[in-house]
């Protein structure tokens, strides 16, 4: 994982990356992803992610995601049903800002990507607006990206022409998680 931190605080400590073996999987749908989601965005231009409603993909990748955070975080109760949605972008289409999942419910946020470019389209944590100190990764396929739904995030623009798929998933429960190995709370 290629990590680059432009300051001394440690925030790479509420970033989680695991292994997550479904990118040859997931891969099967991209083309019907990438259809409905330039649809959805010709009808809504201000739309940035869109629902996976694709239930044959939500019935596999939805319960493997909540394994992984059953397993890496002590939660409370579910609020609701998780959620999935993907953003997609390439070269020349892209949207850029920072923002955080507050305003939408969850505790757990979580990204996974399909065909991650090879030159630019990181995801950028900001953690000091003021001073623009940030954390930047460079995605990679099969590995989720755990962070607390509070912490601002933007993806970064790609040089690659081809479309990089980005899904965002979302827990919510009715406590801060706990990240069981670090003891960090969300």
């Known amino acids: 994982m290629s990590i680059t931190q432009s300051t001394s605080m440690d925030v790479s400590q509420y970033i ?7 990118h040859d999987y997931v891969s099967k749908y991209k083309d019907k992803l990438i259809s409905n989601y330039t649809t959805l965005k010709q009808q809504h231009p201000d739309l940035t992610d869109i629902p996976v409603e694709i239930n044959e993909l939500n019935d596999t990748i939805l319960p493997a995601i909540d394994k992984l955070v059953n397993h890496q975080f002590w939660v409370g ?26 305003h939408i419910g ?25 001073n623009n100190n940030s954390l930047k990764i460079q995605p990679q396929p099969n590995v989720i990206y755990f962070f607390p739904n509070w912490l601002y995030h933007r993806p970064l623009p790609q040089k690659d022409k081809h479309y990089r798929l980005c899904f965002n998933y979302r827990h919510n429960s009715n406590v801060r998680p706990i990240h069981k190995l670090s003891g960090i709370q969300y």
């Open 106 to 130: 969850g505790t757990i946020n979580a990204v996974f990507y399909i065909d991650p470019p090879q030159e630019g389209g990181e995801i950028e944590f900001i953690y000091d607006i003021q």
């Open 77 to 102: 109760d579910p609020i609701s049903n998780s959620s999935m949605y993907v953003y997609i972008q390439n070269n020349e289409i892209f949207e850029s800002r920072y923002h955080n999942h507050v």
């Open 16 to 22: 989680i990356a695991i292994e997550f073996p479904y």
